[in-house]
């Protein structure tokens, strides 16, 4: 008799040697059956192979009881991986409506993973990459270790209604279930790149051409790409007192002075 998902959460543990098998196994049927994730450091993805991964996980750690609960409440889940996301690795988000004239609610949920985060890891900047502090050896090992804790996520909004990761009840889950010792991840965001791939920070002061004319500006910010501020008379007024029109440069444009 399969343990239902609320006892699941409260009681299950793996060893660690149980933990490593059960990954190896899903990382080794994604490499084998994705078109995309061919290998560990793959360099293409679709929301498919995050859809399998989800699959797998429920399969092996879970006793399927993820999708089980979904189905018998009719609540469907999609899978995205965005590019717009450059600090989160990922996230899980229930969404509930009511439907119009109904006095029913519909609720539905998406895990949504950073691809921007992920293809920027295990590229052009080489160290050690921890997860929730276990240490990750390429992309799709950092993928699985995102996944782990968005699915503790999932499991607690689905049982408790609520969820948080940095309480005492998340924290106890993810060591049962998968040996996490953090709930942070430090896969390369764009700020880190900037900074050891081109000098580039927040404060820098640049020059790039665009449209064929070449501007010179301080750097403002900087997620995918960097936010460059440019003085300019006509532009919009700063809490410095200045004007300046926002120019958004790929870090690979920009040239500091
Ligand atoms: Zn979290």
Redesign the pocket.
């Known amino acids: 008799m399969p343990m239902d998902l609320d006892s699941l959460l409260r009681e299950k543990k793996f060893t660690s040697e149980e933990i490593d098998c059960r990954r190896l196994e899903i990382r080794n049927t994604v490499l084998d059956k994705s078109r995309y994730v061919t290998e560990g450091n793959f360099e293409r993805i679709h929301n498919r192979d995050l859809e399998r991964l989800y699959e797998l996980y429920d399969e092996r750690f879970f006793d399927d009881r993820i999708r089980a609960t979904l189905a018998a409440r009719g609540e469907p889940i999609s899978f995205r991986l965005s590019s717009r996301m450059t600090r989160?690795g990922?996230?899980?988000v229930r969404t509930t409506y009511r439907i119009p004239r109904g006095r029913k609610r519909e609720t539905e949920f998406e895990i949504a993973i950073s691809e921007t985060l992920l293809f920027q890891t295990f590229e052009d900047i080489e160290r050690e990459v921890v997860v929730n502090g276990v240490t990750c050896r390429d992309r799709l090992d950092a993928m699985q270790r995102i996944l782990e804790?968005?699915l503790?996520?999932l499991g607690e909004l689905l049982i408790w209604n609520d969820?948080?990761?940095?309480a005492h009840r998340?924290s106890g889950i993810a060591a049962r279930l998968f040996a996490h010792t953090h709930?942070k991840h430090q896969l390369v965001t764009q700020s880190e790149r900037a900074l050891k791939k081109f000098g580039i920070t927040p404060g820098s002061n640049v020059r790039f051409r665009f449209d064929g004319i070449e501007y010179h500006g301080v750097v403002n910010r900087i997620t995918k790409r960097a936010t460059v501020l440019v003085e300019d008379r006509d532009g919009e007024l700063y809490s410095d007192g200045k004007r300046y029109q926002k120019f958004y440069i790929p870090l690979g444009m920009l040239e500091t002075t």
């Open positions: 989160m990922g996230k899980t804790h968005e503790i996520h969820s948080d990761c940095n998340f709930t």
